[in-house]
């Protein structure tokens, strides 16, 4: 496999990466339509941490983290790693020396479509990591790969200089030319949020909140008493 190793993509600002980083995974995805969610399966080693970064794409070998070292001299301050390979792959590409060596340039954490080790290290130095898997399996420095180019997880395509927003819900990517955006539309989202929560407080129901009694009454749904409905039951 031979490969390519990008140099200065294009990035969304930290000043507007920042911005997005005061809204939840959840919030963001909402705000997008609904989009840019990675799968469940790609979970924190850590609990209570949020992180937002520029992407620094990563396609590997299975088994091979030739191309994370490579990527290493790419990385600076504010961005996330984010690692793949050509196939599915669960061995334990990083560990607690790679996330020395990224801190130092000022990266704010990795997300990893394969496996992470050394998690305890990774949890007493603060620096956060999702991965897929938990794994002790080590890795080779043999095939070429690249980095800064595009890549896929879950479906959801991640291009060098892309947002990407952790948290304990998951891992959401966010288009570097819709950054701002989606943080004005997050911060509209949580507004609406905090109303609707304070009618909560009040007592208000979701159903009358959300105007749900009528769609209960289309979709063919009763309210009967308990008697009406042990008298009908066959």
Not at 105 to 112: E, P
Not at 116 to 121: F, H, M, N, P
Not at 162 to 174: E, F, M, S, Y
Not at 195 to 213: E, H, K, N, P
Request: charge should be negative.
């Amino acid at each position: 496999m031979s490969g390519v190793i990008v140099t200065n993509p294009p990035k969304a600002s930290l000043e507007d990466v920042d911005a997005l980083a005061g809204f939840g995974v959840a919030t963001v995805s909402e705000a997008m339509g609904r989009t840019g969610l990675l799968g469940p399966g790609i979970r924190p080693v850590q609990q209570g941490v949020r992180v937002a970064g520029t992407a620094v794409t990563v396609l590997s070998w299975p088994g091979d983290n030739l191309m994370i070292h490579a990527a290493v001299e790419q990385c600076g301050e504010g961005d996330i790693l984010v690692v793949t390979t050509t196939s599915p792959c669960t061995d334990g590409l990083f560990g607690e020396l790679f996330a020395t060596a990224l801190r130092q340039r000022g990266v704010r954490g990795v997300v990893l479509n394969t496996g992470v080790r050394d998690t305890q290290e990774l949890r007493d130095m603060g620096f956060a990591a999702w991965s897929r898997a938990v794994s002790s399996q080590g890795t080779v420095k043999a095939t070429g790969g690249s980095v800064n180019v595009p890549i896929a997880i879950d479906g959801q395509v991640i291009r060098p200089g892309d947002v990407i927003l952790a948290d304990d819900d998951g891992v959401v990517v966010v288009p570097r030319e819709r950054v701002r955006e989606t943080a004005e539309k997050s911060g509209a989202r949580e507004a609406k949020e905090a109303a609707t929560r304070a009618a909560f407080v009040a007592g208000q129901l979701g159903l009358d909140r959300y105007g749900l009694r009528d769609t209960l009454k289309r979709l063919g749904v009763e309210y009967r008493t308990y008697e009406e409905y042990e008298e009908s039951a066959p």
